[in-house]
């Protein structure tokens, strides 16, 4: 991409409104555009990121065995009806009356629409297990939206939901997600801490939020070290195989989020030097809720002996708009965004120091050719700003690496590279740092 073609309204000011420090750089860096409280348009910057964030997402839910679809924004209010949620969810559900004087809403969750569309389908423990999924935007009237893209009104959310015979089956397709949410995060450039959460009226241990600590968390948490340094399980597990060890290491040490917590069974628990007590993001929630709607909905399997019952369902899911700001307050400092490879916008920034100069021109056309080629994404800075205009963009949008080729250097056959997350700058031929860029090397 030229960044004379592409769209990027950066801004000088810092806005006045935006509190936490994901919220500033969004805005400034020109990712997003408030266009109603806690809805944004998302510029082509952002949402390249959105993209990418999304696509990893996906690829961890496939790899754990879930399947996707998508189900519509648009509910019938009916559905909800079913399950007692229409008149029990409150002023966060946008309520929507079409001309035929039906009831709609916005959904803010898709339990009632999953339900429906299993039991229209599946009549058999031989139909079980199933895990399915869908990323879609979700509609919540939030009291305070505020943060940005952290708590919108609007968001993006990937929601999994599970079907299983009874509950010791659902474990397993829990803890896959468990599993799948660690390795998600992971790729994502995040640590993440599971932490028992409220299971309600299902009682049992099977609910976990996500959190990844940070000072401008929502949340206040409390868990053992250990847990954030822990890592995941990796790519390579086996997601047919047994996993209640992975979840097992992780749920034997302390975490959990104010709700949850019991301070003395955390300074039992837990000793002294390893006690954590912060703030955290949520970022995803995973939740076994047994047979809370498929029992009033009536979304039966029969059993080998031959008995219907209700299905036990779970829920998983990830605010996958939320993470960009998650991403953000992780990897930053004061000149902007630090994105991680995964999920940076454009994979190298290309400076021109002389735009016009046909020889530097040239050479930024080599090198953006051949790293187009490489398959890194560059993003060449072809426009006529100053040197020091250009390296603070730069820096503000947080791409990983930065070629800077101008004529001085070409002079003598060099160019610069510097990397973002260290400030490190290599000086070197401009056909060594392609080169090296394209294969990786300062990574
Ligand atoms: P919270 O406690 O933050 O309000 P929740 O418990 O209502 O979230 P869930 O229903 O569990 O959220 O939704 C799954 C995920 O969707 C959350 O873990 C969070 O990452 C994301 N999410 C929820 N509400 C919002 C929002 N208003 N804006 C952005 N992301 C959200
Ligand atoms: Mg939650």
Known sequence: MRLSRFFLPVLKEVPGEAQIVSHRLMLRAGMIRQEAAGIYAWLPLGHRVLKK???????????????????????????????????????????IVDRHERDLLYGPTNEEMITEIFRAYSRSYKDLPKLLYHIQWKFRDERRPRFGVMRGREFLMKDAYSFDLDEAAARMSYNKMFAAYLNTFQRLGLKAVPMRADTGPIGGDLSHEFIILAETGESEVFCDARLVEMGAPGLDLDFDGDLQPVVDARTALYAATDEMHDSARFEAETPAEHRVSARGIEVGHIFYFGTKYS???????????????????????????????????????????????????????????????????????????????????????????????????MDLIGLPYQLVIGPRGLKEGKAEVKVRATGERHELSLADAVARLAEGAFS
């Open 53 to 95: 964030i999304e696509q990893i997402v996906r690829e961890e839910q496939d790899r754990a065995g879930a399947v996707e679809m998508l189900m519509p924004t648009l509910q019938l209010a009916d559905l909800w009806r079913e399950s007692g949620r229409y008149d029990a969810y409150g002023p966060e559900m946008l309520r």
């Open 295 to 393: 029992e009033p909905m009536k979304a039966v399997v029969t059993h080998p002996d031959g008995q219907d019952r209700p299905v036990h369902m779970g829920s998983y899911g990830v605010g996958v708009s939320r993470l960009m700001g998650a991403i953000i307050e992780a990897h930053h400092d004061e000149n902007g965004c630090i994105w991680p490879e995964s999920v940076a916008p454009f994979g190298v920034g290309i400076i021109n120091l002389k735009a016009g100069d046909a020889e530097t021109d040239q050479a930024c056309q080599d090198a953006y050719d051949a790293l187009t080629l490489a398959g890194k994404e560059p993003l060449l800075d072809d426009t006529d700003a100053r040197a020091g205009g250009k390296f603070a963009t």
